[in-house]
């Protein structure tokens, strides 16, 4: 074969042992079959696991007013200890003021203002989720950061009737353990909650 040539009687012999092993009936013998299996065992195993990623969403679980929210992960940018902010004056009360972020000035919004949600003071311990796209960025003030979790969609209902004061249109849906995931897109593109650079 060095040559570059073709043992083309070779070829010829091994293609008809394979014709004839079909037409007798072959079977592999038994560590054939477990390598067999064992191949389709991890590319089904694959295909579940992509499956399985595409049917849950990354969520950052955080507590406003002692309840649960969740908020996809896709659009957070950051986490930010919320040490001190400058607040404005003549803005809307949800937006609780300004912060510095390695020289990135944005706004901070409180949703429990903006969703009338009881209200808890602000501390140090308060921090900050950075969310944005490619037009917005802003924060969103939590009372703690619970985690990050993976939520399948099939286990995210409609919104409760109960939860007052959040409009429907910023929410995903809540899961049966009430963690209300909130619709970060919709909430970035919302005319009421931007805070303009000129105000």
Same mark, same amino acid.
């Given at each position: ?13 091994k ?5 004839v092993?079909?037409?007798s009936?072959?079977a ?9 299996l064992q191949?389709?065992?991890a590319?089904?195993a ?13 969520v950052v ?20 200890? *919320? $040490?001190?902010? +400058?607040?404005l004056?003549? !803005?809307p009360?949800?937006?609780?003021g300004?912060?510095?972020?390695r020289?990135?000035?944005l706004?901070?919004?409180d949703?429990?203002?903006f ?10 311990l308060n ?11 802003f924060g969103?003030?939590?009372d ?12 995210i209902?409609?919104?409760?009737p ?8 910023? *929410? $995903?849906?809540? +899961?049966?353990?009430?963690l !209300? ?14 805070v303009?650079?000129?105000?």
């Amino acid at each position: 074969m060095g040559t570059g040539r073709f043992d083309w009687d070779e070829i010829h012999r091994k293609i008809d042992a394979v014709g004839v092993a079909i037409d007798s009936g072959y079977a592999p013998s038994p560590e054939e079959r477990r390598r067999i299996l064992q191949r389709r065992a991890a590319q089904l195993a694959h295909e579940e696991e992509k499956e399985a990623v595409a049917d849950t969403l990354e969520v950052v679980e955080f507590l406003l007013a002692h309840e649960h929210y969740g908020i996809e992960s896709h659009h957070i940018r950051e986490v930010y200890p *919320l $040490h001190d902010y +400058t607040p404005l004056p003549g !803005v809307p009360a949800f937006v609780l003021g300004l912060i510095n972020v390695r020289g990135r000035i944005l706004s901070v919004v409180d949703l429990k203002k903006f969703f009338d949600l009881p209200e808890k003071g602000v501390s140090d311990l308060n921090k900050v989720i950075i969310i944005g796209n490619e037009t917005m960025e802003f924060g969103i003030l939590a009372d703690a950061i619970l985690g990050v979790r993976a939520i399948a969609v099939s286990a995210i209902g409609p919104p409760l009737p109960t939860l007052t004061g959040i409009q429907e249109e910023f *929410l $995903h849906g809540v +899961t049966v353990e009430r963690l !209300v995931i909130l619709d970060a897109a919709r909430i970035l593109a919302d005319g009421k909650i931007m805070v303009h650079q000129d105000i």
